[in-house]
């Protein structure tokens, strides 16, 4: 069992930045991918960005140029840097560890609030 926990959301104005952390409870694996997934009041949640051990990085189209994803596996964390937001960056802010090996396995944050507005 992987508990993963966030931080770093709150409220900012348009054009402003944020970085949300997301550590986990247990060493992760150089298979895992890391992610981050945000979820709007009424949508469907989605993927925003995700790692796999710095090889393979992905970007929705929505955030490209502006937000970067990192890690620092010594301190078993993953970063979001999110710049330039919009108010319909607005949402739930979830962290995502997909296991591959074994079982296939996702784990979960318990998110992390972001509302962009003036």
């Known amino acids: 069992q992987v508990h993963l926990v966030e931080s770093g959301g709150g409220l900012v104005q348009p054009g402003g930045s944020l970085r949300l952390s997301c550590e986990a409870s247990?060493?992760?694996?150089?298979?895992?991918?890391m992610g981050w997934y945000r979820q709007a009041p009424g949508k469907e949640r989605e993927l925003v960005a995700s790692i796999t051990t710095g090889t393979r990085i992905k970007y929705s189209d929505s955030v490209k140029g502006r937000f970067t994803i990192s890690e620092d596996n010594a301190e078993n964390k993953v970063y979001l840097q999110m710049n330039d937001l919009k108010p319909e960056d607005t949402a739930v802010y979830y962290c995502?560890?997909?296991?591959?090996?074994?079982?296939?396995?996702?784990?979960w944050g318990q998110g992390t609030q972001v509302t962009v507005s003036s």
């Open positions: 247990r060493s992760t694996f150089r298979s895992d991918i």
């Open positions: 995502n560890l997909h296991r591959v090996l074994g079982p296939t396995t996702d784990y």
